[in-house]
């Protein structure tokens, strides 16, 4: 929450997406601006959380639409590895957070996944690795429900790059082999820009 805060000009965003494995990421960077708001260097309201889950993992989403209080462990089975926690132990403070700020928690498909790191590359440049790729997706999806209002300002916490989860990804982009020479990139970006 510090360096969100920080980065927008000391002032809070409207809403924040963020991929939950144990829930701990989640809660603290609602407890930084919470902190902020309470030495009084920002003002405004705790921004609306929105959790995001890979569907393979979803202890807290699950929990969430349930309406219950506490996460049922599961047993992962995900391509967002580093998502994959299936007892998370922040998972009743991440739900309290979610209801208490009238945000929510999702979980998306491998495909939904590959598909949102295609998203954030192909539109920002970043390519991330799968836990982005999971907040992306729920980002589209909290978009395509109108839950998000054109006026929001909304903060997607990318946590990781994408050379981490290679394989997750591997079939999903056309790839090139070059050689180790400037000539060669070159040559491949220019047949590429001709192919597209």
């Known amino acids: ?66 309406d219950k209080p506490v996460c049922r462990p599961v047993r992962p089975d995900t391509i967002a590895k580093s998502l994959a ?15 208490r700020t009238n945000g929510g928690v999702d979980a998306v498909s ?9 998203l954030l590359a192909e539109t920002t440049g970043v390519f991330t690795e799968t836990a982005g790729g999971v907040t992306t997706a729920v980002l589209r999806r909290l978009a395509e429900r109108g839950d998000i209002g054109p006026e929001e300002r909304v903060v997607a916490v990318i946590t990781g790059e994408g050379l981490k989860t290679l394989d997750a990804v591997r079939d999903s982009f056309e790839t090139y082999e070059i050689e180790p020479r400037v000539s060669s990139f070159t040559e491949t970006v220019e047949g590429s820009r001709v192919a597209a």
């Open 1 to 66: 929450g510090y360096e969100i805060a920080e980065q927008l000009g000391w002032e809070l965003p409207d809403r924040v997406v963020v991929p939950i494995a144990s829930g701990s990421l989640f809660t603290k960077i609602a407890r930084g601006f919470e902190e902020w708001l309470e030495v009084g260097l920002i003002e405004g309201e705790l921004p609306i959380m929105n959790g995001a889950q890979a569907e393979g993992c979803s202890p807290v989403a699950r929990a969430f639409a349930d």
């Open 85 to 99: 926690i299936g007892d998370p132990a922040d998972g009743p403070y991440a739900l309290e957070l979610a209801r």
């Open 110 to 118: 491998d495909d939904e996944i590959r598909d949102g790191i295609k």
